[in-house]
Nanobody, 124 residues
Framework: QVSLVESGGDLVQPGGSLRLSCAAS????????MGWYRQAPGKQRELVAA???????NYLDSVKGRFTISRDNAKTTVYLQMNNLKLEDTAVYYC??????????????????WGQGTQVTVSS
């Protein structure tokens, strides 16, 4: 059974920094993508940053230059370094992991997993 454990959310003042972590366990096949989404009250969930298996990264325009996504060498933990935080970054942040591969029977397996969410509040 796959489990994603997030940590790092907190209350921080504008201009401050936080680092979110998400550790995946129980993965059998390959993790082909990892990412962070966020959802603010009354708004849709949006992709903040993503990293693929070949380390290609993608960022929401509003966080470019402030946030950095990275992984550990084992590629089972993803991080989101958030600098120069703004009031509008306040949201619940969710980790997302995409696992895929081929079974012994030749069937394709693909699945998305979500963390439980971690609250990031930027307030003075």
């Amino acid at each position: 059974q796959v489990s994603l454990v997030e940590s790092g959310g907190d209350l921080v003042q504008p201009g401050g920094s936080l680092r979110l972590s998400c550790a995946a366990s129980g993965i059998i096949f390959e993790i082909v993508g990892m990412g962070w989404y966020r959802q603010a009250p009354g708004k849709q969930r949006e992709l903040v940053a993503a990293i693929t298996s070949d380390s290609t990264t993608n960022y929401l325009d509003s966080v470019k230059g402030r946030f950095t996504i990275s992984r550990d060498n084992a590629k089972t933990t993803v991080y989101l370094q958030m600098n120069n935080l703004k009031l509008e970054d306040t949201a619940v942040y969710y980790c997302n992991v995409n696992e895929s591969g081929w079974t012994k029977n030749g069937k394709y397996f693909g699945e998305d997993y979500w963390g439980q969410g971690t609250q990031v509040t930027v307030s003075s």
